[in-house]
């Protein structure tokens, strides 16, 4: 069995949901969305994130990383560089927000703070939520 990694569609609502935890683009716009499987599909080996979704409005190019998580936000913030690490050639120039959604929200540490403050050094946007989070474009 082939296994797709990719589909882009211009759908209202585009949606990946794992485990109770769910990432909603809200696509007023219409605007086709490139959605990617990463884990296991794009990227077989190491660490690497859930999804990643390529979009393109008005002439913006945006990709946003995500990854769903259990409650390990270090482990989810070192998932989403190492795709980005990947991904760096084909995403060059474009803006990049990073996704973490948890199950439950942890005590952050100094090397969590280390690790948001790297993400911010290179012009990533990062978000985490509980359970459920919804972006609109």
Do not use: W
């Amino acid at each position: 069995m082939i296994e797709i990694c990719n589909e882009c569609k211009n759908d209202k609502i585009v949606l990946v949901k794992e485990n109770k935890r769910s990432f909603k683009i809200i696509n007023s716009s219409r605007v086709f969305i490139n959605k990617v499987k990463v884990d296991k599909c794009f990227i077989k080996d190491g660490k690497r994130c859930d999804y990643l979704f390529e979009i393109e409005c008005n002439n913006i190019k945006k990709v946003f990383y995500i990854e769903l998580k259990g409650k390990d936000l270090k482990h989810a913030i070192e998932q989403i560089l190492a795709t980005i690490e990947v991904c760096k050639s084909s995403h060059k120039g474009i803006k990049k927000y990073a996704f973490v959604i948890l199950s439950r929200y942890p005590k952050e540490d100094s090397s969590i703070q280390k690790q948001k403050r790297l993400l911010k050094s290179q012009g990533i946007k990062f978000k985490s939520a509980t359970n459920l989070h919804e972006e609109v474009i």
